[in-house]
């Protein structure tokens, strides 16, 4: 079975701040790793995904991820955070293979609160 | 291009009343997912169809909950005998083929059951 932890119910950060937002993953097999970001009374918008290859991925907005795969995270980062980034993020996981990754499995979100 | 849309965005509707749901993916996506999104379960998967194949239900709380896709595009989320708990916003998203593509919402329905 894939699983999904953020750790942290909430990051408060300050404008111009570097952002980190945590999420760790279980899977049996490879992962493919995804951020999403929802808005209030908006859906999920995409931001990044890892699927394979450099463990590095950039994404839309500015942030970035990293794919470590020794300690089975995939945290979200900026470097420079803004008033706009304010949102609730989501970090997702699905399997390669066998009917569990017939879906994406989301962590419990992360509010972010950047104050300028 | 115009992404995923649903409706109606809201919706109430008294305990035991039925409620359809529409979602509209996203032209070219053959793969389509139900997803409901409350407080106290966070996200969570419903029904996947992809193509011509039998859909994923394993996701669907109770036989209340049904879902069809007709003609590979357009899908109906058809809940039955509401019950305060269905309250929740309901997510659809599409994406195409395989599993590394990448699901794209639709901005949701929010149910409330009275």
């Known amino acids: 079975a894939q699983s999904v932890a953020q750790p942290e119910d909430q990051v408060n950060v300050a404008e111009g701040n570097p952002l980190t937002v945590k999420c760790t993953y279980s899977?049996?097999?490879?992962?493919?790793l995804f951020w999403y970001v929802q808005y209030p009374n908006r859906g999920l918008q995409f931001l990044l995904k890892?699927?394979?290859?450099?463990?590095l991925v950039k994404g839309s907005y500015g942030f970035e991820a990293e794919f470590n795969k020794s300690q089975t995270s995939f945290h979200l980062k900026k470097p420079s955070a803004l008033v706009s980034d304010s949102a609730l993020y989501f970090c997702?996981?699905?399997?390669?293979?066998?009917?569990?990754?017939?879906?994406?499995?989301f962590g419990g979100g992360t509010r972010l609160m950047v104050k300028p | 291009g115009a992404g995923v849309s649903q409706s109606p965005s809201n919706k109430v509707t008294e305990k035991g009343k039925d409620v359809e749901l529409r979602c509209d993916p996203i032209?070219?996506?053959?793969?389509l997912y139900w997803y409901r999104q409350s407080l106290g379960q966070g996200l969570e998967f419903l029904i996947y169809?992809?193509?011509?194949?039998?859909?994923?239900k394993s996701g669907l709380p109770s036989d209340r909950f049904s879902a069809e896709r007709t003609g590979g595009s357009v899908s109906t989320l058809t809940i039955q005998r509401t019950q305060q708990e269905d309250s929740a916003v309901y997510l659809c998203?599409?994406?195409?083929?395989?599993?590394?593509?990448?699901?794209?919402f639709g901005p949701g329905t929010r149910l409330t059951v009275l």
């Open positions: 997702a996981v699905r399997e390669l293979f066998n009917n569990a990754g017939n879906m994406l499995t």
């Open positions: 032209s070219g996506h053959t793969a």
């Open positions: 998203a599409s994406s195409l083929a395989r599993r590394t593509d990448t699901q794209y």
């Open positions: 899977v049996s097999g490879n992962p493919y």
């Open positions: 890892y699927i394979t290859g450099d463990n």
């Open positions: 169809f992809q193509g011509n194949s039998a859909p994923d």
